[in-house]
């Protein structure tokens, strides 16, 4: 079966101008999660979903960053002003429940470059 | 905050040999993950460790979990090439939010 997908791969935009990546977890997947990857840094936690509300958005940086998942699915996460520290790889993860057993199936990222 | 802190961070070993590699976090907690990532690619789960004293093996990996000790070990017995890779640590907090180590770049030499 298809797993987690991000679109897009490689995203390019000027400082200031918004931007949206996109997640398509596993299907029936409930929980989804977003890292932020820094070269040669560990993922840094962003958000984490269950179903279609944030259960966890303390890990967002500031008010610049926003992500929604309306339907429990699909998840869009929106980047308002971006800045050139923004720049990194934005990997999407989803697991079956949420509990912590579960494995979190990782998207192949979209490495964001704000010049 | 938590913090997740792997050693050594760079680790270049000869096909055949064993080696371990160390995560220590700062707080209590006794749920650890660890990752590999392939270079550009991104992460798979290789294990999962719920409970002080928990041991998984797979293949040639072993890791392990102290939650006294804030300590889990990655055992890799008898490298081969295609052990070459970034290995992440990562705990789980209270809040469900995962904290990864830096990673442990490990290059396995024919």
């Known amino acids: 079966g298809a797993g987690v997908s991000q679109t897009p791969s490689n995203k390019v935009t000027e400082k200031g101008k918004y931007v949206e990546l996109r997640c398509d977890p596993i299907?029936?997947?409930?929980?989804l999660y977003w890292y932020r990857q820094s070269l040669g840094q560990g993922p840094e936690f962003l958000i984490y979903?269950?179903?279609?509300?944030?259960?966890?958005d303390s890990g967002l940086p500031n008010d610049r960053f926003f992500a929604v998942r309306p339907e429990g699915s699909v998840s869009t996460l929106k980047i308002q002003r971006t800045e050139r520290g923004d720049s990194a790889v934005y990997l999407c993860?989803?697991?079956?429940?949420?509990?912590?057993?579960?494995?979190?199936?990782f998207g192949p990222g979209t490495r964001l470059t704000v010049l | 905050e938590l913090k997740v802190e792997q050693n050594p961070l760079f680790l270049s070993m000869q096909e055949g040999k064993n080696y371990t590699i160390y995560c220590n976090y700062s707080?209590?907690?006794?749920?650890l993950y660890w990752y590999r990532q392939d270079p550009g690619k991104s992460l798979e789960s290789l294990f999962v460790?719920?409970?002080?004293?928990a041991v998984k093996q797979e293949g040639r990996l072993m890791a392990s979990l102290d939650t006294k000790a804030r300590l889990s070990t990655l055992h890799i017995t008898a490298a081969v090439h295609d052990l070459s890779a970034t290995y992440f640590c990562?705990?789980?907090?209270?809040?469900?939010?995962?904290?990864f180590g830096t990673g442990t770049s490990l290059t396995v030499i024919p």
């Open positions: 993860a989803s697991s079956s429940t949420g509990h912590l057993t579960d494995t979190q199936y």
């Open positions: 299907s029936g997947h409930t929980a």
């Open positions: 990562a705990v789980l907090n209270t809040g469900n939010q995962f904290y």
């Open positions: 460790l719920l409970s002080n004293g």
């Open positions: 979903f269950q179903g279609t509300g944030a259960a966890d």
């Open positions: 707080t209590t907690s006794d749920r």
